[in-house]
Each structure stands twice: as C-alpha cells, then as structure tokens.
C-alpha cells in the first residue's frame, strides 16, 4: 500500500494476461468466479453446484478457459487485475468493446483501510 497522508491507498496492477504464460492465473480466476457463481445457484435453486453442468466449476473451466477470452489483442483482450501483489480478478475484452467480467475481486480484498462507510457501500 501507499500512504496517501493518512489514507492507504491499495496498489492496483492490471495486467495484460498471454493465454500461454498466465494460464494457471486465467484458470484460477475463472475457477474462483465460477464456483461462486455455482453456489448461488444452487442456494437460490436447490440444484447441486456439480449438476450445473455435469462437472465441478474447477474441471468445467479447464474445458473452456482456451475459448472463453483467449483472443489475443486486437481481437480480444484479457487483463489480471492484482492488488497488493496478491491476484484479484480478471476481465476480458473483445474486440466490439464488450466487457465480460470473468471473476469477481473476492471479499477477502481489504476494504478496512477506507473505512465502514466504504465498506459498507461495496457489499
């Protein structure tokens, strides 16, 4: 982190992902967004998270990941987003413009810095 006076601003990096040397990074985001995704559906719908289609979210994304976002600039883009060093998220771009969030920042980010206002805001 930053100080910033006496705010701690995070160190926010957006990173241009290679769908060859970051692809353990793409399937981790990916992963991550997925399982997320599987449990809501199956708390709000009563469908287990592995009949969602037919395989857990981490073997689903390893069937995928090379079709989801992996157009490489100019006709797609994929960027890794890191704050603090630690991975965060992913987005990807394709080449209309449309962004597609792949992964969402996990709740564990640390919002304490800004204070329970901002905190309270983001949830």
Known sequence: MTGVGTLL?????????????????????????????????????SVPKDDIVGVSASEYVLTVIDKVCGNPPPSGIFYLVSVDGRLQSGRCQDSQGAVRIRSRIRRSTPLAAFGDEVSAQRR
């Not at 241009?16 to 559906?41: D, G, K, P, Q, Y």
């Open 9 to 45: 601003m995070p160190d926010v990096q957006f990173v241009v992902a290679s769908a060859s040397t970051h692809r353990s990074e793409r399937i981790e985001v990916n992963a991550e967004s997925l399982s997320w995704v599987f449990e809501e559906v199956e708390k709000l719908f």
